[in-house]
């Protein structure tokens, strides 16, 4: 079968994207996370733990483990990490952790079947291969992991800080998937930005991968950095293609210094003008795609049988805290500071300050800082935006309206903002579906936004007086 016929070419329009880019959620969730509130706690995430499914009929489970220490700063970097050589940290870090596992493994017990596992960060690799048997040893004693062949489980390492042998090692522990961070080869670019990484140590990690039986290996790119010119994109696609990736991502480089401390290490005058980082990502899709990899959504690219691709054709894709994944049916429990679950239609997070999260854990509790209920009308959007993101194309039956209505009804303001899009050719208006043209797959944020019921109104009344909602959300492109 011709992927292509599955997957249209996504049409890159630079005029179109440069005139509708805006400030927008991403999307990892719907509502999005700043619309968590406080007074959603332990008590409420226990209670809708309580209402999943039990026994055979209970979904399978998906587990987040965050890992926040890092031995260097990457000033573009925007995850909640905390940077330090004292690696003893990490051993307090990991003993609260497991507490935390052992909380939420009785809260499961039963139902504890796993099917997808990813370790993020920081960087994961931060703890040794003893730590790491130590952690995956508490996991398999509270959850059910699924057989090799079937389950997902993926790590994020840091080529910098991970050997050949290492990579047999984490094979050896049970990871099938590999995510690398590159984001540009160029050394100067690397300069800018505080991360040194030949390209061999890439390469090196993605053989080993191969050769220790790893399923996938994926690369992280950003484009938009510091010193970046088309040049350096260009080299450094040529290389990441040659070496063979079965998933690329492709991320937009969101330079918001008044909100993350060190990318104030990075000089304005040292990144790209717009028109040239619009260039950039229209070079990438240009690219990626002549080298045969399919256009997933967003930033995400994967080969044609990779199983995001195959996700997708499946109607297993979804949008999670982690980005694209597969495994949609599963409930999100995820472990470690910061970190963010969504289960039995809540949403909620840990405390994202470490000597908060160890308090809550000292108390024996689930250490949930805030979160959010969804009603109704939330969990119908939430499906809506979920198939936009993930199909670009959403059937009107697919959706349960309340009291079985129609949608057209239902959605009636939204269908008629929508016209502005479908004049601008993102999206068709059709009698009996909404579909997102070529055109308008970078543009899906935008479209999503239309549905978006709370865009617009203050999260928080007292902190929308000082400071204005977009500051929260990076631009679309």
Known sequence: MNPDAIHPAVEFDAELIARLNRMGPRYTSYPTADRFVPGFGAADYRAAASACAGGT??????????????????????????????????????????????????????RNKLSQLHFGGGTPTYLSDEQMDELLASLRRWFDFAPDGEGEYSIEVDPRTVSPKRVAVLRRQGFNRLSLGVQDFDHEVQRAVNRIQPEAMTTDLIKAARANGFHSVSIDLIYGLPKQTLATIASTLEKVIAADPDR??????????????????????????????????????????????????????????????????QGRLQRNFQGYSTHAEAEMVALGVSAISAVGGTYSQNEKNLTAWYARLDRDELPVARGVVLDEDDLLRRALIGQLMCNFTLPYASLALPGG?????????????????????LVTIGEHALEVTPRGRLLIRNVCMVFDRYLGTPADPAAAQTQSQPLRFSRTI
């Open 405 to 425: 209505g129609s949608f057209v009804a239902y959605f009636a303001p939204e269908l008629e903002k929508l016209r502005t899009l479908e004049r601008d050719g």
């Open 248 to 313: 690329i991502a492709v991320y937009n480089y969101a330079h918001m210094p008044n909100l993350f401390k060190s990318q104030r290490l990075i000089a304005d005058a040292d990144l790209p003008a717009p028109e040239v980082k619009l260039a950039m990502l229209g070079l990438c899709i240009e690219r990626l795609c002549a080298a045969g990899y399919v256009y997933i959504g967003m930033d995400h690219f994967a080969k044609p049988g990779d199983d995001l691709a195959l996700a997708q054709r």
């Open 57 to 110: 009929a209970a979904r399978a489970l998906s587990l987040y483990v965050h890992i926040p220490f890092c031995e260097s700063l990457c000033y573009y970097c925007a995850c909640n990490k905390l940077i330090t050589n004292d690696h003893g940290k990490a051993v307090k870090y990991l003993g609260y952790l497991q507490r935390e596992i052992a909380i939420q493994g009785r809260l499961f017990e039963g």
